[in-house]
Nanobody, 123 residues
Framework: QVQLVESGGGLVQAGGSLRLSCAAS????????MGWFRQAPGKERDFVAA????????YYADSAKGRFTISRDNAKNTLYLQMNSLKAEDTAVYYC????????????????WGPGTQVTVSS
C-alpha cells in the first residue's frame, strides 16, 4: 500500500514556475507508475503526466507537453512535477496518484491518491 502527500503548491504569476513534490510512504513505491492529475473548480479531474516505475517512460497530456516535466527519485520515495511557463488555466488542485501495471491518463486505473495541493496562477 502507498500513502501520498503533495507539497509545493502556491500562488505564482503567469509565466512563472513551480515544482510540486509528492512524498510516498511504503517500500513498494518504486514498483508503481506515478501520475499527476489536476482539478479546477467545477471541472473533472484531468490527467497531467505519468512516469513508469523505472523512470524509463513518461506520458504527458497535450496541455503539459513542453512546459511540465515529471520525474521521480525512487531512493527518496518522491515524485516531482516541474511546471514552467505557467498560465492562468493551470490553476487547479494538483494530485499525485499511484497505479500498478499501467501508465496513462485513465484516472480509474490509479489506486492511491494524495489529498492535493493548490496551484493558483495569476494573470
Amino acid at each position: 500500500q502507498v500513502q501520498l502527500v503533495e507539497s509545493g503548491g502556491g500562488l505564482v504569476q503567469a509565466g512563472g514556475s513551480l515544482r510540486l513534490s509528492c512524498a510516498a510512504s511504503g517500500r513498494t513505491f518504486r514498483t508503481y507508475t506515478m501520475g499527476w492529475f489536476r482539478q479546477a473548480p467545477g471541472k473533472e479531474r484531468d490527467f497531467v503526466a505519468a512516469i513508469r516505475w523505472g523512470a524509463d517512460s513518461t506520458y504527458y497530456a497535450d496541455s503539459a507537453k513542453g512546459r511540465f516535466t515529471i520525474s521521480r527519485d525512487n531512493a527518496k520515495n518522491t515524485l516531482y512535477l516541474q511546471m514552467n511557463s505557467l498560465k492562468a488555466e493551470d490553476t487547479a488542485v494538483y494530485y499525485c496518484a499511484a497505479a500498478q501495471e499501467y501508465i496513462g491518463a485513465n484516472r480509474n486505473a490509479y489506486n492511491y491518491w494524495g489529498p492535493g495541493t493548490q496551484v493558483t496562477v495569476s494573470s
